[in-house]
């Protein structure tokens, strides 16, 4: 019973470290004052104060906010689909974000285009596979999970498609987008403010989510409507991953695996659930993007390659020790 | 006192007539059962009775509203469900699932208190879980499943409970300790059962009514002394049956 308010204690206090350990870390070294002065206004017009307020605190916020966007979503669609493989890019939403991407970058599109043609591509991915899984027969979970996978699988051939007739010299861009990346993330403010609607929506529907895990029938006996609900949640994971795809391309596993890390240490119950992948997909992601910018300086590395690296030995691990 | 009443009820499943312009009302302090051979509609005419399905005609009523027009949440809290076969559930405890019974009773922003703990507490008691209460659901026998849903269903505490094959997956000891639980509290004040039973004995030893679906659509209702007679008991099932008496009850075998 305590172990909840532990955990969550626990994340509170590790989510501003990370951001903390995010500004220290670059090419160029930044004392603890320092950065205490420079986050708290002073010493405008220097150099370390733009570096701080330009590069650094606008990375780590984005980071922060995509990590929590893929997580929160990755847990409502694991309830949605009530299976355990469902991460936030299984229903193709990611795809058809990435297929608007990278012809925007074989237009020769600006980073700005680029970004609001995913956003668009990700709605309509969503929107093309909310209606075909409702025609027909009953909605069921089934229904809506095989029309996602078998999108993404449609989207998947486009990409390749693209890719095998993209020129060279665009390639690289395109897999740094498909792997996730977050160099061009400058601007966090939408992302922070989605992610913060999102949860609100998803705590007021939090115990809602419990009953789901009971199953449609359970749920509607016990005086909630499974088919709104499920169309609310379908509708707000989506617009989660469409934002977080769109800020830093497809970053992989973090919608995955911080649930599922969540509900092995403290249980299934959503309103410590929800909040708590939140604050750990962000401190994750955030970490991660530290190392992918300053572990192999000055190359970065796209992203997705550390959270993978960092994430798989972390969860096998634990599914191991976990009975 | 909630009472539960069907007025000129019919159901229907691909063209086929289940019951036709059944009338019944159903009051406090009685225990019905639901009899009928495989596929003759008893699990639909439950979910028809809880407000979960949409009739061919007639209409259902908790005191003097109609099913239909109550709110979800408000139905819940007069009525509850179990289910014939609980669907595969995702990792939970079996604490987190009973608990779940309580969702009727607790405003949305509002956190379990202690009544609902005590209301847990009981109900796990009353099925003898108290020692499961941590386990993950995924590491119980299906008769221990089965009770957790019970569990929950008692947690819940609406004065009306439908239970679709409660004794499924259950021993003989199980059986008749939750058919007698059940028996139990249709004597409380204000609270009554309607269960669908496979087993007439049971059904015997602890109804009070009965409601027999027989498969061209017809049903009989009325108290165990006047329905539950070999003549329909044969004409139900489709098979030769014989009656042994003994300390006044009937026992029906198969022949």
Redesign the interface.
């Known amino acids: 019973m305590s172990r909840r308010p532990l955990i969550m204690l626990i994340l509170l206090a590790a989510a501003p470290m990370t951001i903390w350990y995010a500004l220290t870390q670059g090419s160029i070294d930044i004392g603890a004052a320092q950065l205490w002065q420079s986050l708290r206004g002073n010493m405008e017009n220097t150099t370390t104060y733009q570096i701080i307020h330009e590069l650094r605190l606008p990375r780590a916020l984005s980071a922060f906010a995509v990590g929590g966007l893929l997580a929160l979503s990755g847990a409502l669609l694991?309830?949605l689909l009530?299976n355990?493989l469902a991460d936030p890019y299984v229903l193709g939403i990611s795809g058809g974000a990435a297929v608007a991407a990278l012809l925007s970058m074989i237009g020769g599109l600006g980073i700005g285009w680029v970004r609001g043609n995913a956003f668009l591509g990700a709605l309509t991915s969503m929107l093309i596979v909310f209606g075909l899984s409702r025609l027909g027969a009953v909605w069921t979970h089934n229904r809506l999970l095989l029309t996602g996978v078998v999108m993404a699988a449609g989207w998947g051939a486009l990409i390749s498609l693209i890719l095998a007739l993209a020129p060279s010299v665009q390639v690289q861009g395109m897999l740094f987008w498909l792997i996730g990346d977050m160099s061009y993330s400058t601007q966090p403010g939408m992302a922070l403010l989605a992610l913060t609607g999102g949860l609100a929506v998803s705590l007021?529907l939090a115990?809602?989510l419990?009953?789901l895990?009971?199953?449609?029938?359970?749920t509607?006996?016990?005086?909630?409507?499974p088919v709104h609900l499920r169309i609310v949640i379908y509708l707000v994971a989506s617009l989660l991953t469409a934002m977080a795809v769109t800020l830093a391309g497809s970053v992989g596993f973090v919608g995955l695996v911080i649930p599922h890390l969540l509900?092995l240490l403290g249980?299934?119950?959503h309103?410590f659930l929800l909040p708590a992948c939140v604050l750990l997909g962000g401190g994750f992601l955030t970490v991660a993007d530290t190392l992918a910018r300053s572990w192999t300086a000055p190359v970065q590395l796209p992203v997705g390659v550390i959270t993978a690296l960092l994430g798989v030995p972390v969860f096998l691990l634990l599914l191991i020790r976990s009975r | 006192m909630p009472s539960l009443r069907a007025e000129e009820l019919s159901l229907s499943i691909a063209g086929r007539r289940l019951c036709d312009k059944l009338s019944v009302a159903l009051h406090p302090g009685e225990n019905w059962v639901i009899l009928g051979a495989n596929g003759s509609g008893k699990t639909t005419l439950l979910h028809a009775f809880?407000g979960?399905r949409s009739l061919d005609g007639g209409r259902v009523y908790i005191d003097d509203t109609e099913i239909n027009r109550m709110?979800?949440?408000?139905?819940?809290?007069h009525l509850?469900?179990l289910?014939q076969d609980?669907?595969?559930?995702?990792?939970?405890?079996v604490h987190?699932?009973v608990m779940?019974?309580r969702?009727?009773q607790?405003d949305?922003w509002r956190?379990e208190g202690k009544e609902d703990y005590l209301a847990v507490d009981a109900a796990l008691v009353a099925m003898g879980l108290e020692g499961l209460a941590q386990r993950p659901m995924a590491t119980l026998s299906g008769g221990e499943r089965r009770r957790v849903e019970i569990a929950?269903l008692l947690a819940?505490d609406a004065p009306i409970c439908l239970l679709d094959e409660p004794t499924n997956h259950l021993d003989l000891r199980h059986q008749v300790q939750i058919l007698e639980l059940l028996a139990g509290r249709a004597r409380h004040p204000g609270q009554f059962n309607i269960c669908v039973l496979h087993d007439v004995n049971l059904a015997t030893r602890f109804g009070t009514h009965a409601i027999l679906l027989f498969d061209n659509g017809e049903c009989l209702h009325g108290s165990l002394s006047e329905v539950l007679n070999r003549a329909n008991l044969e004409r139900l099932y489709h098979c030769r049956l014989r009656e042994i008496r003994d300390e006044g009850t009937g026992w029906f075998l198969p022949m």
Not at chain 1, 213 to 218: C, I, Q, V
Not at chain 1, 220 to 225: F, K
Not at chain 2, 71 to 77: D, I, K, P, Y
């Open positions: 694991q309830v009530r355990p007021w115990r809602a419990n009953l895990l009971r199953g449609e029938n359970t509607a006996a016990l005086g909630e409507n509900r249980g299934s119950d309103r | 809880a979960l709110t979800s949440r408000r139905r819940a809290q509850g469900l289910f609980p669907e595969t559930a995702f990792p939970a405890t987190e699932t779940t019974g969702y009727p607790l949305r956190w929950a819940q």
